[in-house]
């Protein structure tokens, strides 16, 4: 957990994090400026986990600890009510089957704060699904209700890891026609408009700042950009994967068993992901000759990983540009993580602006090592003459800039003091969550100029997972509004 002086260590590199001066987005709350509460997930989190067999912990039981399994999780509630309609669990060694609704809180106690003991419209929920176990509330709920928490269960899950939920994934329920936020800020002008996306933008980048602190302080500095960096390689269907892969091949791991060979990182990274074909299978000699090289290079490191390879059924790879293969980019990662070159770059950034810390980055992630994928797409593909292809494009660097590098120099900076030139951070592509965002908060007619810039990209999309994302109400019961009426307050 981030502790409040970290956090205010970290925020002086973001000084106008927030909304206003005197209150802060956070979690989906208005909270006074200074009040600290750091969690590195929301109810949102534990409905994916819920509603998702990959995500849900096997061994979940009762508070009273009898087994339970889940027939089906339910419909997910895009309307207000319980969280998810008519779900079928069985419970017991007897497997007792029970239906009924769910409703899920971080701790058992929400269920009266939220006022659900006076809603009739959760009167048929069954069961009860916290993260926290305990203690019991049975006499607040519904008769019958049976109280199922996650966290013993998801604490015997070490792969697990909140942070790696993509949250737009799933299901979220739609905004009022006319949002009574977008109706308020019609009356602001376009400066004040974007004053309160950068605002919100330095406060989703002091977010992954401190997920990034968190990290570091579980598994070290050069681990958690590690990992952070191979999440980033992949597109949304491939960063559980990517993750996974590094943890399964940790990176001092990796380096004692390459002794610096990027080539032999390579063979280990392909393994350990599921991705070196069968070189027999392939047409091309030069191919069957690296594949069949790499393939040595796995097998006698095999046992040195931390758990069992990855399969191909573990990566989505329809439907990939064939240069944003996840083999052709792990090449990027062994080139750039077989040596400790990657770290004695990064501490080369601090006291930089972000203009110049980009241009840093950009140099040190190329130019690429002549290699197999040089002038490859897949692995029994043509050989393509003239210019190398680069493993890694231009977009992608600025989004790991923008979402790695620049919370890394901000866990990093000495001596704490603000980040310099955030207004010129790259703008990445226009994704439909941008758009909607967009046109959630400034409608059909909204001018380019909010999605020209990174920062104010990110303030978009903090606002997004921080509101939009979590009401189900139509905007009804948001936050949101109130947050801006208060900043229209004199």
């Known amino acids: 957990m981030v502790t409040t002086s970290i956090h205010e260590r970290l925020r002086s590199a973001f000084p106008e994090a927030g909304i206003g001066s005197a209150v802060e987005v956070r979690s989906g709350m208005?909270?006074?400026?200074?009040?600290?509460?750091?969690?590195?997930?929301?109810?949102?989190?534990?409905?994916?986990?819920?509603?998702?067999?990959?995500?849900?912990?096997?061994?979940?039981?009762?508070?009273?600890?009898?087994?339970?399994?889940?027939?089906?999780?339910?419909?997910?509630?895009?309307?207000?009510?319980?969280?998810?309609?008519?779900?079928?669990?069985?419970?017991?060694k007897e497997e007792r089957r029970f239906s009924g609704d769910v409703e899920i809180h971080i701790r058992g106690s929400d269920w009266n704060a939220h006022g659900h003991q006076n809603d009739p419209r959760y009167r048929g929920v069954k069961f009860h699904v916290t993260y926290h176990a305990g203690p019991s509330i049975a006499d607040h709920l519904p008769p019958g209700t049976l109280e199922i928490p996650l966290q013993p269960a998801l604490q015997r899950c070490p792969e697990f890891d909140f942070h790696a939920i993509e949250l737009t994934a799933?299901?979220?329920?739609?905004?009022?026609?006319?949002?009574?936020?977008?109706?308020?800020?019609?009356?602001?002008?376009?400066?004040?408009?974007?004053?309160?996306?950068?605002?919100?933008?330095?406060?989703?980048?002091?977010?992954?700042?401190?997920?990034?602190?968190?990290?570091?302080?579980?598994?070290?500095?050069?681990?958690?950009?590690?990992?952070?960096?191979?999440?980033?390689?992949?597109?949304?269907?491939?960063?559980?994967?990517?993750?996974?892969?590094?943890?399964?091949?940790?990176?001092?791991?990796?380096?004692?068993?390459?002794?610096?060979?990027?080539?032999?990182?390579?063979?280990?990274?392909?393994?350990?992901?599921?991705?070196?074909?069968?070189?027999?299978?392939?047409?091309?000699?030069?191919?069957?000759?690296?594949?069949?090289?790499?393939?040595?290079?796995?097998?006698?490191?095999?046992?040195?990983?931390?758990?069992?390879?990855?399969?191909?059924?573990?990566?989505?790879?329809?439907?990939?540009?064939?240069?944003?293969?996840?083999?052709?980019?792990?090449?990027?990662?062994?080139?750039?993580?077989?040596?400790?070159?990657?770290?004695?770059?990064?501490?080369?950034?601090n006291g930089l602006r972000i203009d110049q810390a980009l241009s840093a980055w950009m140099r040190m992630m190329g130019p690429w090592e002549d290699s197999f994928w040089s002038r490859r797409v897949s692995w029994d593909g043509k050989w393509r003459p003239g210019n190398a292809a680069t493993l890694i494009g231009t977009d992608r660097l600025q989004i790991l800039f923008t979402n790695l590098v620049v919370p890394w120099m901000a866990v990093h900076r000495t001596p704490p003091e603000a980040l310099i030139g955030l207004d010129s951070l790259p703008a990445e592509g226009t994704t439909s969550v941008l758009k909607q965002a967009a046109f959630y908060l400034f409608g059909p007619d909204m001018p380019s100029i909010y999605l020209k810039s990174g920062l104010r990209q990110q303030g978009l999309l903090h606002l997004f997972h921080e509101f939009c994302l979590r009401d189900r109400t139509r905007c009804v019961s948001c936050l949101f509004p109130g947050l801006l009426g208060q900043a229209d307050s004199p």
């Open 30 to 92: 208005v909270r006074e400026s200074g009040v600290r509460l750091s969690r590195p997930f929301s109810e949102r989190h534990l409905h994916c986990v819920w509603y998702d067999a990959k995500l849900r912990p096997p061994g979940l039981t009762t508070l009273d600890g009898e087994p339970v399994v889940v027939e089906d999780p339910g419909a997910w509630n895009l309307e207000a009510g319980p969280d998810f309609l008519g779900a079928v669990i069985r419970i017991g």
């Open 170 to 349: 799933y299901p979220y329920g739609e905004r009022a026609v006319h949002p009574p936020c977008r109706a308020i800020l019609e009356t602001w002008d376009a400066d004040r408009k974007m004053e309160l996306l950068k605002k919100a933008g330095q406060s989703r980048l002091l977010q992954k700042a401190e997920m990034l602190h968190e990290r570091i302080e579980q598994v070290g500095d050069e681990q958690a950009f590690y990992e952070q960096f191979m999440i980033g390689l992949g597109y949304r269907d491939n960063k559980a994967a990517y993750r996974q892969l590094a943890r399964l091949l940790p990176l001092s791991r990796l380096r004692e068993l390459s002794q610096g060979d990027w080539n032999h990182a390579y063979a280990l990274l392909a393994g350990a992901g599921g991705l070196l074909p069968d070189p027999d299978a392939l047409t091309d000699p030069e191919a069957k000759v690296y594949v069949r090289a790499c393939w040595d290079h796995f097998w006698r490191d095999r046992d040195r990983l931390a758990g069992e390879p990855l399969t191909r059924s573990d990566w989505k790879l329809s439907g990939l540009r064939p240069m944003n293969f996840p083999a052709r980019r792990l090449m990027a990662a062994a080139q750039k993580f077989s040596t400790d070159e990657v770290f004695r770059d990064l501490d080369t950034l």
